[in-house]
């Protein structure tokens, strides 16, 4: 067996028992973890007030699609340089500024909000703003969680992160809705900069090793080091092909944006029955996250991964078809737990595959094509069913999704083949 334990054995021979939160065992991922969920319901907080914010001041839905554009142009334009960043400098510190950024805009529109704000290009800024140093913030947090944890543990440090997001998506927006109903959205904004605070906090008392610093140090901040990023990635079949999907996946089976007409007009369900179609895939997400975090390290992830989004897509089709309303929610809350599983496992494989000091760039790479395909994907949705309608919309994309997993079984050998234990670097 490896010298490391990464067999699951404990130190007197005996084999341990898989646990739903090993990785909180270790003190530098349980303060990031921890910080993170007050961080996150407090993000998802101010994302529904702005909405109502702007809604409040237009009434124009032009201006609430705006609010994608202002969220996204910074993110994608910003991503590449802040994995470069993310591979030179100390990625705690880095997280440290990012976030104090984040809370100042936050903190600033809450103040202009409570001192009577009658424009919404303030809010455009400020969400611009706090959307680059999300660009910066988001190489440096996934980078920096490998040398948070041992090998063995670092699956269930990505289950726990995806459930702890699943958890703020949920909590966050109940939470929005009472504060804006009594108090509005100037309070929302307050709470969302006071929950950058134990992010910051859990950063600032982790103990990390002067040799996991260094190691980020080999770089410099450059065009070569872009393009060094990139090669690497264009060299890395696995790397490659879990990006793909990822694009692929969340362009074929954006069937959020569609929600409120299958609400209104094809389950008839009304409002809250949208509310209960929104939750639906974060619960099955939780659901799904919790298994993955219980049972650790899998085997045949690459075939798992394909496995899960051709789950994904049939799921899809079945909700698109769907005339049931319990049906459609348990349909929903199926694509959001494969949705987890996918996720989790790519991107355990593209961390664990990189080597640590080009680990910012090729999650910057990544940002890319993660956030491309829900916005193009939403596009695409939104067109279809404007011309077949949104049940049609649903059910091609599903099918897309569906034909891209059997594609990447039939082609993707690199990932079809992976197993953790065969690629284990930068560790």
């Known amino acids: 067996m490896p010298a490391n334990n990464s067999s699951g054995l404990s130190s007197n021979g005996a084999l341990e028992r898989p646990s739903a939160f090993s990785s909180l ?51 994608i334009a910003c991503s590449l340089m802040g994995g470069v960043v993310a591979d030179v400098v100390d990625r705690r510190r880095l997280m440290m500024i990012t976030q104090s950024v984040m809370l100042t805009c936050s903190a600033i529109l809450a103040l202009v909000t409570f001192g009577g704000l009658q424009h919404v ?32 543990d670092f699956p269930n440090a990505v289950s726990l992160s995806m459930l702890m997001f699943q958890v703020g998506m949920i909590l966050g927006p109940s939470l929005a809705g009472l504060l804006l109903a009594s108090r509005g959205p100037g309070l929302v904004y307050a709470v969302n900069a006071g929950s950058f605070v134990a992010v910051i906090f859990g950063l600032a008392f982790m103990r990390v090793s002067r040799a996991a610093e260094e190691e980020t140090q080999r770089s410099t901040i450059s065009l070569s080091a872009l393009i060094e990023g990139l090669r690497f990635v264009w060299r890395t079949p696995i790397i490659v092909q879990t990006m793909t999907l990822d694009f692929v996946a969340t362009f074929f089976a954006s069937a959020n944006q569609l929600l409120p007409i299958f609400a209104k007009d094809i389950l008839q369900v009304g409002a809250r029955g949208l509310g209960f179609l929104t939750s639906a895939p974060a619960i099955g997400a939780v659901a799904a996250g919790l298994v993955m975090a219980r049972m650790g390290t899998l085997r045949k992830q690459g075939k798992i991964v394909i496995g899960s989004i051709a789950i994904f897509g049939l799921a899809t089709v079945a909700f698109g078809i769907s005339r049931v309303f319990w049906f459609s929610l348990l ?11 996918s996720t989790i496992l790519r991107q355990t494989i593209r961390q664990l595959s990189t080597p640590n000091n080009l680990r910012g760039r090729m999650t910057s790479i990544n940002m890319i094509f993660f956030m491309g395909g829900p916005q193009l994907g939403e596009v695409e949705a939104g067109t279809v069913a404007s011309i077949i309608g949104a049940p049609l919309s649903v059910v091609t994309g599903g099918i897309g999704c569906l034909l891209a997993a059997i594609f990447a079984l039939a082609r993707a050998r690199n990932l079809r083949q992976y197993e953790q234990s065969a690629v284990v670097s930068g560790q």
């Open 25 to 75: 065992r270790h003190r530098n991922f349980r303060l990031l973890w921890l910080g993170q969920i007050v961080s996150v319901t407090g993000s998802q907080m101010q994302l529904v007030a702005i909405n109502w914010h702007i809604y409040l001041l237009t009434g124009s839905a032009f201006a609430l699609g705006m609010v994608g554009l202002f969220r996204a142009g910074p993110i």
């Open 121 to 152: 290009w303030p809010i455009y800024v400020l969400t611009a703003i706090a959307s680059a140093a999300w660009a910066f913030d988001t190489p440096a947090r996934q980078s920096l969680m490998p040398a948070l944890v041992p090998a063995k």
């Open 331 to 341: 349909m929903l809350a199926v694509t959001g737990a494969a949705d987890t599983v």
